[in-house]
């Protein structure tokens, strides 16, 4: 199985400042269709997952431009521009390239 | 609008059953992959199983492979999960959600809470 290992696990961040999580794969992501299945969900307290990013960089309908993916191959990364309260939960990235998908660990996003 | 309604979940014994179930409303659901994954209690995310459009093709976490069972209704607009030889670490919360196409997990639904316990 591809194991997605994010870092870091916590991140305390001031409102109005800056996050940035990364995410790097056991193996490379990139489908024999040349996509690369790499997504990264929002999940807030109490709530299901909510799609943010698929394939590396795209944003999902309705997700603030202050959301950015990045990366290729085994090395990838979700930034905030600006966090706001609104952004509170947990981050995870998900391959979808191969055939059992994979979860990272987690990333709790908090305010300081 | 899309909706994915969870159903199913509850208390059962270890060693027992239960079949879980996802109403799906506002797509052609039909035309789209669907998957399962499950959230243990204070715990990460877990895939569980996935099927294609038309049920032809299933894939299955190795935790779950030999237990668990996915399938769908396409005229009842309903994906299900079996699950037999429940284990307490099968405790969780199930969710149903929706690929389209590049976008695996586009939309999920509320969950279901499994419990394993005598």
């Known amino acids: 199985d591809i194991v997605m290992t994010q870092t870091p696990l916590s991140s305390p961040v001031t409102l109005g400042q800056p996050a940035s999580i990364s995410c790097r794969s056991s193996?490379?992501?990139?489908?024999?269709?040349?996509?690369?299945?790499l997504s990264w969900l929002q999940q807030r307290p109490g709530q299901p997952p909510r799609l943010l990013i698929y394939k590396i960089s795209n944003r999902f309908s309705g997700v603030p431009d202050r959301f950015s993916g990045s990366g290729a191959g085994t090395d990838f990364t979700l930034k905030i521009s600006r966090v706001e309260a609104e952004d509170v939960g947990v981050y995870y990235c998900m391959q979808a390239t191969h055939p059992l998908y994979t979860f990272g660990q987690g990333t709790k996003l908090e305010i300081k | 609008e899309v909706q994915l309604v969870e159903s199913g979940g509850g208390l059962v014994q270890p060693g027992g059953s239960l079949r879980l179930s996802c109403a799906a409303s506002g797509f052609t659901f039909s035309s789209y992959w669907m998957h399962w994954v499950r959230q243990a209690p204070g715990k990460g995310l877990v895939w569980v199983s996935r099927?294609?459009?038309?049920?032809?093709?299933?894939s299955y976490a190795d935790s779950v492979k030999g237990r668990f069972t996915i399938s769908r209704d396409n005229a009842k607009n309903t994906l299900y999960l079996q699950m037999n030889s429940l284990r307490a670490e099968d405790t969780a919360v199930y969710y149903c959600?929706?690929?389209?196409?590049?976008?695996?997990?586009?939309?999920w639904g509320q969950g279901t809470l499994v419990t394993v316990s005598s």
């Open positions: 959600a929706r690929r389209d196409g590049y976008k695996a997990g586009d939309y």
């Open positions: 099927i294609n459009s038309d049920g032809s093709s299933t």
């Open positions: 193996q490379s992501l990139v489908h024999s269709d040349g996509n690369t299945y």
